[in-house]
C-alpha cells in the first residue's frame, strides 16, 4: 500500500486561496486526545486518487489534518451569511469545520475531471464558533455516514461522507444522551460555496469581491447558458442564478421522489453547485405526510417534508437578492428565479418514474401517476421505500385509479432483473434501524450492523442504476 499520493495520480488544485483573503481565515485543527479510524470510503477515496494512502496516513491528514501534498497548507473556514429559519444571520461561517484540500476527480473522459473539496465536520473551533466547542459526536457521524450513502443510492446530488476518526473527548449535548463520543468528519464534495456566501458580501457591501465570486462559480462549476429568451442572459450574475435554480429545482425533486426530510433548509446550507450536504436532524418518511418535519425545534413546519420545494426556492430568491448589486436590474433575477417550479416538475417526473423503473410518457401522464401514487401512500398510510419497492416496474398494480395508471407505463428495460428486486424489501433509514444501528456501536463498539448496512445501502443503489442525468 502506498503511504502518500502518487503524483502521476492525485492533482491537487487548491484554486480558492485566491479569493481566500476575503472569503476565508486561516485555522488550525484541534489536537484531540486520540484518533481512532472508523470509516474510510475507499469508493469515494478512488475517485480523487487518495484510495492508496495507508491506515497510518489516511490518520494523519484526516485525523491530525496534516496538509496533503501541493495543497492547502493550513485549512481555512469560510466565512458567510445566512437566513436561519427565515430570520437572517450575519454572525455565522464555518463553526465547526473547515476546507482542508482541493483536488481534481479522477476521469479517464473528462482528463482533469472535477475541481473537488474535502471538507470537515468537527475539526475544532474556528472564528466563527461563537459559543460552540467545534466539535461533532460519533453518533452525528454514523448518522450523516447512513444520510450520504442512502441518498448517493436514491439519485440524489449529495457530498459524500469521506472518513470518520473517533477523536477520544467526551461531549455533553441536549439531543443526545451524555457524555458521548467525539469525532471528526471529512467530506467530498463538489465545492463549499454557499448561497450564504453571496449574501454575505452583498450585506458588507464588496461588489468587486461579488463580482469576483460569481466569476470563480462560473469557471470553477460550469453549467449551461441561460435560455435563449432569458432577459440578461450574457450577465455573469443571471447565468450563474440560472444555473444555480435549476440545479436547486433538481435537488428538490429528488429530495421528495427519495421520501427525504433534510430538517435545516437555511440558506447557508445550500451549495451553489446544487450539492445536498450539512446533515444534521434528517429523516426519511415511514408514511406519506407532506406534513412530516425532521427537526424537534421546527416548530412551525417550515422545512417538513411538503414544503421543501417552496422552502428551496425560496433560498433562490435570497440568492438573487444578494446578485442584485451586480445585475443589469431585478427583472433578470425574477426570471431566473421564476424558472424553479417547471424545472421542479420535470425534475420531479423524471426521479419518480426512475425509482418505480417505468419509462416517462410525457409531462401529462406522468404528473397523473405521480399525483395518484401520492393519494395511495397518504389514504394507506405507507412510505415511499415499501411503495417504491413493491411496484417497480409496474408489478403488483392495485385496484384504482393508481393501478389502472401504473398498467398503462412500460416497464424500463431491466427494471426488476436485479436479484434485489426479488428480495423481501429494500434497505431503509427509519429511526428505529438508525437507532439500532447506534446502539450496537454505543453499547458494545460493534460496528458489524453499520457496515452491513453500507454494503446493503450500496447493492440497492446498484440496482437502481444511474441516476436521472440534469444539465452537470
Not at 469560510?78 to 427565515?86: D, P, S, T
Not at 401504473?406 to 432483473?417: I, K, Q, R, Y
Request: one cysteine or more; proline letters at 7%.
Amino acid at each position: 500500500m502506498k503511504g502518500q499520493p502518487q503524483a502521476a495520480t492525485y492533482r491537487a488544485d487548491p484554486r480558492i486561496a485566491t479569493l481566500a483573503d476575503w472569503l476565508a481565515d486561516p485555522v488550525e485543527a484541534a489536537d484531540f486526545p486520540s484518533r481512532t479510524l472508523r470509516f474510510r470510503n475507499d469508493r469515494a477515496a478512488g475517485t480523487v486518487d487518495l484510495d492508496g494512502l495507508t491506515d497510518d496516513a489516511w490518520i494523519a491528514h484526516f485525523g491530525r489534518f496534516e496538509p496533503l501534498p501541493d495543497n492547502l497548507p493550513q485549512p481555512l473556514a469560510l466565512r458567510y451569511h445566512g437566513h436561519q429559519f427565515r430570520v437572517y444571520n450575519p454572525d455565522i461561517g464555518d463553526g465547526r469545520g473547515f476546507l482542508f484540500a482541493q483536488l481534481r476527480e479522477h476521469s479517464e473522459v473528462k482528463g482533469a475531471g472535477r475541481l473537488l473539496d474535502l471538507g470537515t465536520k468537527g475539526s475544532g473551533r474556528t472564528p466563527w464558533s461563537r459559543d460552540g466547542d467545534g466539535r461533532l459526536t460519533l453518533k452525528g457521524a454514523v448518522r450523516e455516514i447512513l444520510a450520504t450513502e442512502m441518498l448517493e443510492a436514491l439519485g440524489v446530488n449529495t457530498s459524500k461522507t469521506f472518513s470518520v476518526v473517533e477523536t477520544g473527548e467526551q461531549l455533553w449535548r441536549g439531543d443526545e444522551p451524555s457524555p458521548t463520543r467525539s469525532a471528526a468528519l471529512v467530506r467530498l464534495s463538489h465545492g463549499h460555496i454557499r448561497i450564504g456566501s453571496f449574501q454575505r458580501l452583498s450585506v458588507i457591501e464588496e461588489r468587486d469581491h461579488l463580482s469576483e465570486l460569481v466569476a470563480y462559480c462560473l469557471e470553477t462549476y460550469p453549467g449551461p447558458a441561460a435560455p435563449d429568451d432569458a432577459p440578461g442572459r450574457d450577465e455573469p450574475a443571471v447565468i450563474l442564478l440560472h444555473q444555480v435554480v435549476e440545479r436547486l429545482a433538481r435537488l428538490a425533486a429528488s429530495y421528495m421522489a427519495a421520501g427525504f426530510v433534510h430538517g435545516v433548509l437555511n440558506t447557508d446550507n445550500m451549495n451553489i453547485s446544487g450539492e445536498s450536504f450539512d446533515y444534521g436532524p434528517w429523516r426519511w418518511l415511514p408514511q406519506w405526510d407532506p406534513a412530516f418535519t425532521a427537526a424537534y425545534f421546527d416548530h412551525s413546519g417550515l422545512y417538513a417534508f411538503g414544503r421543501q420545494p417552496a422552502a428551496i426556492q425560496w433560498n433562490c430568491a435570497q440568492l438573487a437578492m444578494a446578485l442584485r448589486p451586480i445585475a443589469s436590474g431585478d427583472d433578470p433575477l425574477v426570471a431566473a428565479v421564476d424558472r424553479f417550479g417547471a424545472i421542479y416538475r420535470e425534475a420531479m417526473a423524471g426521479h419518480f418514474l426512475w425509482r418505480l423503473g417505468l419509462v416517462p410518457q410525457g409531462p401529462g401522464e406522468d404528473a397523473k401517476l405521480i399525483g395518484a401514487a401520492e393519494t395511495t401512500m397518504r389514504e394507506a398510510g405507507l412510505g415511499p421505500d415499501r411503495f417504491f419497492f413493491d411496484h417497480r416496474g409496474g408489478r403488483n398494480a392495485p385496484p384504482g385509479e393508481f393501478g389502472d395508471l401504473l398498467g398503462s407505463f412500460e416497464s424500463a428495460p431491466g427494471a426488476t432483473a436485479n436479484p434485489v428486486w426479488a428480495g423481501a424489501d429494500a434497505p431503509n433509514l427509519y429511526i428505529d434501524e438508525v437507532e439500532r444501528i447506534w446502539a450496537a456501536i454505543d453499547q458494545d463498539d460493534d460496528w458489524t450492523a453499520l457496515n452491513q448496512k453500507v454494503a446493503a445501502i450500496r447493492e440497492f443503489g446498484a440496482a437502481l442504476g444511474p441516476r436521472p442525468k440534469g444539465p452537470n
